[in-house]
C-alpha cells in the first residue's frame, strides 16, 4: 500500500532507500521557482475553485504551472478542469501531470483510481507517503509555479506539505463569516507554528448580486476576511465575489474564465495571479 | 499527548489498560440508544448547521441529546451553540458535556483548549485517541440520541468512529451540485466498505429565494441530492433550502429554530428528527 502508483522505482533497489527518495524529491522541488499551497479552515470556502482558477490564470499570463492535488479524500481538481482518464508512465518510469494546456499539468489521486465513487479510506501515515509520491514520482519538470490543493483544516496532508517542502508559502481561502474565520485563524496560527511564510488572505463568496433584480444579497456577510488578515498581520490578496456560474462551469468541467472573462471573479483572480507573477517577473 | 484531558484515569492504573479502556468505552456506549454521525464527502455543506439543527429539533421534541464534535481542526459546534469556556469534572473525575439545554449537552476539542484561535497539528493516531477520550472520559449519562459531528470527508475520524461504535448510523448531508454528490458517493462507498449503515442522505442549501424580490436563485442548483440517494439505494431525507438567516444565527451562536420556528428551514429539521424520533417512541 505504500507503493500507490506500482510504479518500478530504482530507489527501492539502493541500501538507503528513504535517503534516496529525499534525493529525489529534492531534486524535483528544485526545478520548481515557487510553492503555494492552498489553505483553508473550514471545507467549502472554495479552496479548490481558487487553486484552479489562480493556476489558470497564471498559465494565461504565460507561466509553466502545475497543480497537485493532495486532498485525497475530496479530489475535486480533475473534475474542476474537465479532465478524465488516468496518468501516464513516461520512459523514466514516472508519471506525468494530466495536461489541461501546454502551460498548465494537474496530479491528483482521482486521476489513479478506476472507480471515481471509491472513497479513499487511509489513516495518517499513509497519507504522508502518498503526497511524498505526488513528489518524488511525478515529472513535473521546470515549473515556474506548484499550486498544492490541500483539504480544509490542519491535519496530515498541509503538515506533510511543511515539512517536506520547506519554501511554501500558503494563500488562505475564508468566506465572510464568523465561522469560517475562527477556523481561518487557526489556519494562520498552524502556518506560524509550522514555520510555513503566508503569502495572503483571500475573501471567497463575498457578496451575491441577484441575478433577477440586482439587488445585492449578504449570504456569507463581506469584508470579515480583510479584517481578519489586518487583525493578524498578513496581506489581503483580495475578494472574490459569489457568481452562480462559478458553480455551474466547476461541475461541468469548464473553466470559467474563459466563458466569463470580463467577470469580476475573472478580474479578481487576475490581481491575484499578478501579484504572484511579479514575483517571478521583476 | 496521549491522555490529552489530563484526567486521572484508574484504568490506566490496572494491568491491560486498553482492555479496561474498552470495557469503560463499552459501558458509556451502552447507554446510549442511538447513534447517528452527520457525514458529507465535502466541506462547507453545512454539516454543523445539520448537527446542530437536528439536535435542537430533538431535544425540543423532548430527547435526551449529545452531540459529540469529532471535527478536530474545525470544531464549529460550540460558537454554533453559543457555548463558552471549558469542560468541567464531576465528582468520577469524568467530564461533563456543556449544557446547552436540560435535554441537549455537547462536547468538542474546542471546549478542552483555552486559546481558541490554536490549532490542532495532530496526525492520525492521536486523534484515534483523542476520539476514543470524548467516549471513555466523558459522562454521557443515558441518551435517547448520540450526535456525531465529523469532518469532511473519509478520514481518520469517520473511521475511527465506524470502529469504535458499531451500531452508528451514516446521516450524509451534500449540497446540490455534481462536485458535491461526487465526494457524497465516496462517503456512501465508505460507509459500505466499513459497514456502516446509512440512515438517509440530506440535501442542504437546495435553492435560495432572493430577500428582495422573491425570485429563486439557483445557487447550489436542486434535486440533485434526492437523485443521487435514488440511484445509489439509499433513503431521501429531506431538502432544507439556503436561508442567510441561518448564516447569522450560525455566527452569533443563536437558535435559529428558535428565532424562526415557521420558516422552511425550521420544518425541514423537524421532519427528520421526528423521522428519528419514531425509532424511539414506536
Not at 495518517?124 to 480544509?152: M, N, T
Request: with cysteine; aromatic share 6%.
Amino acid at each position: 500500500m505504500a507503493e500507490i502508483f506500482g510504479s518500478v522505482d530504482a530507489a527501492q533497489k539502493k541500501n538507503d532507500p528513504q535517503a534516496e527518495r529525499d534525493a529525489i524529491i529534492k531534486s524535483s522541488l528544485s526545478k520548481i521557482k515557487h510553492k503555494f499551497i492552498v489553505m483553508s479552515g473550514k471545507g467549502g470556502v472554495g479552496k479548490t475553485s481558487t487553486s484552479v482558477n489562480l493556476s489558470i490564470a497564471l498559465a494565461n499570463q504565460g507561466f509553466k504551472v502545475g497543480i497537485m492535488d493532495v486532498d485525497l479524500h475530496g479530489p475535486d481538481v480533475p473534475r474542476m478542469l474537465g479532465m478524465q482518464g488516468l496518468l501516464d508512465l513516461n520512459q523514466n518510469k514516472k508519471l506525468t501531470p494530466m495536461a489541461y494546456s501546454p502551460n498548465l499539468g494537474a496530479v491528483s489521486i482521482e486521476s489513479l483510481t478506476t472507480n471515481k465513487d471509491d472513497a479513499i479510506i487511509w489513516r495518517g501515515p499513509i497519507k504522508y507517503s502518498a503526497i511524498q509520491q505526488f513528489v518524488a514520482d511525478v515529472e513535473w519538470g521546470d515549473l515556474d509555479f506548484l499550486v498544492i490543493d490541500s483539504p480544509p483544516g490542519t491535519g496530515d496532508e498541509p503538515l506533510t506539505i511543511a515539512q517536506m517542502i520547506s519554501d511554501a508559502r500558503a494563500i488562505i481561502v475564508t468566506t465572510p463569516q464568523e465561522v469560517s474565520l475562527a477556523d481561518v485563524r487557526k489556519s494562520i496560527n498552524f502556518c506560524r507554528t509550522v514555520k510555513m511564510e503566508i503569502f495572503g488572505l483571500i475573501e471567497n463568496m463575498s457578496g451575491l448580486t441577484c441575478p433577477h433584480c440586482g439587488e445585492s444579497i449578504e449570504l456569507f456577510g463581506s469584508g470579515g476576511g480583510e479584517r481578519t488578515a489586518k487583525s493578524m498581520g498578513i496581506d489581503f490578496l483580495g475578494r472574490i465575489p459569489i457568481d452562480p456560474n462559478m458553480v455551474k462551469c466547476g461541475d461541468a468541467g469548464i473553466s470559467f474564465q474563459e466563458q466569463h472573462a470580463d467577470s469580476p471573479v475573472s478580474l479578481a483572480f487576475n490581481d491575484i495571479a499578478k501579484k504572484m507573477g511579479a514575483m517571478v517577473k521583476p
